[in-house]
């Protein structure tokens, strides 16, 4: 599969049958290989899921990677769908793990680069001429959003703030994407709000351009 073709955002590609092929026989024929029966699906899902991934990961090229991924992802392991869920459900899931993955990633590479600059006394090497005040521009700027409220939360719990507060699930909905019992998304849901809760109590709060209040 071309993932040209499923570029997060863009238009996806058409056909004449689109309007007249159900989402169950368009996954049929995808999943006999028919590329262009998987790309119809795309195109009925990708911006809804786009929007999704968006609110967890929270940066646009982020988001269009991770559906990407999620897509490529679903194409290669596609005959393992049975059905038991809607295909939107079944993709959510998808690029649910792996937007959670790669904000985990995101958080770990950026902890490590704040380490490193705290190690060397808060300075930069400086590489060449005119790049030092980017650099230090662009760490100033990750490390006031690693600090925000939202930033902070742990993957699970913004991705299910985002499901239920963004999205406005049903607890039944988010149980079968995450694959846990309602009752521990109730109580994922409830420790959730009470982290966001913490934090935007405890946060120091900046204007525009990020100079503090």
Known sequence: ??????????SVGSA?????LGEHELLERAQTGDH???????????????????????????????VQEAFLNAFLSLRQFKG????????????????????????????????????????IVPQSSGEQAGAQMELQD????????????SPDHRAVLVMKDMEDMRYEAMAEVLEIP???????LHRAR????NLLENQVPFKEGGEQS
């Open 1 to 10: 599969m071309d993932p040209a073709v499923i570029q997060a955002g863009k």
């Open 182 to 188: 309602v009752g521990t998304v109730r109580s994922r």
């Open 142 to 153: 990750d490390a006031r959003k690693v600090h925000a409220a939202l930033d902070l939360l």
């Open 36 to 66: 262009e029966a998987f790309c119809l699906l795309v195109s009925q899902h990708q911006t809804r899921l786009f929007t999704s991934v968006y609110r967890v990961v929270g940066h646009l090229e982020d988001a269009q990677d991770v």
């Open 194 to 197: 009470l982290e966001l809760r």
């Open 84 to 123: 038991d869920s809607r295909f939107f459900t079944w993709i959510y899931r998808i690029a649910l793990n792996v937007a959670i993955s790669h904000r985990r990633k995101a958080i770990s590479r950026l902890n490590a680069r704040m380490r490193t600059i705290d190690d060397s006394g808060g300075s």
């Open 16 to 20: 004449p049958e689109s309007d007249q």
